[in-house]
């Protein structure tokens, strides 16, 4: 069975600080992987997806960046975080064939103060 | 302009009661279509896919489709406390495999 898993669960940051946020899937060689925004109670906004390693497509930056280093990771950063960056990150993964369901991870809650 | 319209906003009904959710698409392109449900503090998990026109059930989930109308609906009958969470409606284009679109969301909350 697939796993994945998001860490960390929570973050508090400072405005104009790094951050690094990771996702990795277990039982699946060459999933296509995500990174997605929702604002408390609202919708899901597709940042970042890659196919395959080495490869990412952004869909909305917001002073975000993506990496893909491993075939079952995904890592999403910044060099200053925003006030504007607040919110659930939520990493997610599908086969990458057809109409294919997305699965998510449990996300990162970040407030940035 | 919403390209996926989610209604109602949010949504209370007793415990063994009928929920019903509705989205619709301004893009007859999207011919792929998802409910989730995201409990708080949850990721969203897939409840139901529906590509065919029709109805399709899934034990206590009915889904709907009509592409003529590009209308998708999710009904859940004998519904339960832990039904309450945030139901979205995404939606995927036929020429792009890449993203999703999303609606907003209807917020249900089951009464005990």
């Known amino acids: 069975a697939q796993t994945i898993h998001q860490w960390p669960v929570a973050e508090i940051k400072a405005v104009g600080s790094p951050l690094s946020l990771g996702c990795t899937i277990k039982g699946k060689s060459s999933p296509n992987l995500y990174w997605y925004w929702q604002a408390t109670g609202g919708t899901l906004q597709q940042l970042f997806y890659?196919?395959?390693?080495?490869?990412v497509e952004s869909v909305v930056q917001l002073n975000l960046s993506a990496s893909r280093p491993k075939d079952d990771q995904f890592i999403l950063s910044t060099e200053k975080l925003l006030l504007s960056h607040s919110g659930f990150y939520l990493c997610?993964?599908?086969?990458?064939?057809?109409?294919?369901?997305?699965?998510f991870g449990s996300g990162t809650r970040l407030t940035v103060l | 302009q919403q390209k996926v319209q989610q209604s109602p906003e949010s949504l209370s009904v007793p415990e063994g009661g009928m929920a019903s959710f509705n989205c619709t698409s301004s893009d007859r392109n999207f011919q792929y279509f998802w409910w989730y449900r995201q409990h708080s503090g949850e990721g969203p998990k897939a409840l139901m896919?529906?590509?065919s026109d029709g109805d399709k059930k899934e034990g206590r989930f009915t889904a709907h489709l009509n592409k003529a109308s590009l209308h998708v609906s999710l009904h859940i009958r004998d519904s339960q406390p832990s039904d309450s969470a945030l139901y979205f409606c995404a939606a995927r284009h036929v020429g792009d495999n890449s993203k999703l679109i999303w609606g907003l969301g209807t917020s249900l909350v089951v009464n005990p």
């Open positions: 896919s529906i590509f």
């Open positions: 997610a993964w599908r086969r990458g064939r057809g109409a294919e369901t997305l699965y």
């Open positions: 890659s196919i395959t390693v080495g490869q």
